[in-house]
T-cell receptor, first 115, second 112 residues
Framework: GAVVSQHPSRVICKSGTSVKIECRSL??????MFWYRQFPKKSLMLMATSNEGSKATYEQGVEKDKFLINHASLTLSTLTVTSAHPEDSSFYIC???????????FGPGTRLTVT | GQQLNQSPQSMFIQEGEDVSMNCTSS?????WLWYKQDPGEGPVLLIALYKAGELTSNGRLTAQFGITRKDSFLNISASIPSDVGIYFCAGRRWGSQGNLIFGKGTKLSVKP
């Protein structure tokens, strides 16, 4: 149980284009989903917390207009990187938690490369 | 953002040896989680701890929630090559809504 998937696993896009990453909880309902960014050999950096049916809460320094988050259902959250630039290249990982649960279960990550 | 103090930063050990790593915080935590991350993958939950003093095992892994609520350790006994990876501790501060705070990770290398 507690499986989280991400799609795509790897994407290369041109500078100026937008990219959408999907995060799905496959066998449970996730009232809260989290989006992280991870630089090489670094820890996970929380970007935003997404609650189903409400606006995402962004961490300080994360541009909400650049990283659009939608959590339209209890099993799906999407992160759209708008007008991507090479410095947005990174490993993006989502996680999901069940109602009233303390654990977060992570997806396999999406490697974004902006050329 | 705030991060936990996780040590050691990296370890190089021989197969069969035991491993110990720990995390400390200046704040009281109500949850400690230990994750393992393989290259190019998302972290996988290994052990979750919820009570001060709690000692929990998962196969060759054992983790404890410190009595002071400000620390946790993870032990791996009789290491094998597939234990290689980065281990992260994560915790939730007492009274917070759900966001985890992560340690910087311990990179484990195992020589066969």
């Amino acid at each position: 149980g507690a499986v989280v998937s991400q799609h795509p696993s790897r994407v290369i896009c041109k500078s100026g284009t937008s990219v959408k990453i999907e995060c799905r909880s496959l066998d449970f309902q996730a009232t809260t989903m989290f989006w992280y960014r991870q630089f090489p050999k670094k820890s996970l950096m929380l970007m935003a917390t997404s609650n189903e049916g409400s606006k995402a809460t962004y961490e300080q320094g994360v541009e909400k207009d650049k990283f659009l988050i939608n959590h339209a259902s209890l099993t799906l959250s999407t992160l759209t990187v708008t007008s991507a630039h090479p410095e947005d290249s990174s490993f993006y990982i989502c996680s999901a938690s069940q109602p009233r649960a303390n654990e977060q279960y992570f997806g396999p990550g999406t490697r974004l490369t902006v050329t | 953002g705030q991060q936990l103090n996780q040590s050691p930063q990296s370890m190089f050990i021989q197969e069969g040896e035991d491993v110990s790593m720990n995390c400390t915080s200046s704040s009281i935590f109500n949850t400690w989680l230990w994750y393992k991350q393989d290259p190019g993958e998302g972290p996988v939950l290994l052990i979750a701890l919820y009570k001060a003093g709690e000692l929990t095992s998962n196969g060759r892994l054992t983790a404890q929630f410190g009595i002071t609520r400000k620390d946790s350790f993870l032990n791996i006994s009789a290491s094998i090559p597939s234990d290689v990876g980065i281990y992260f501790c994560a915790g939730r501060r007492w009274g917070s809504q759900g966001n985890l705070i992560f340690g910087k990770g311990t990179k484990l290398s195992v020589k066969p």
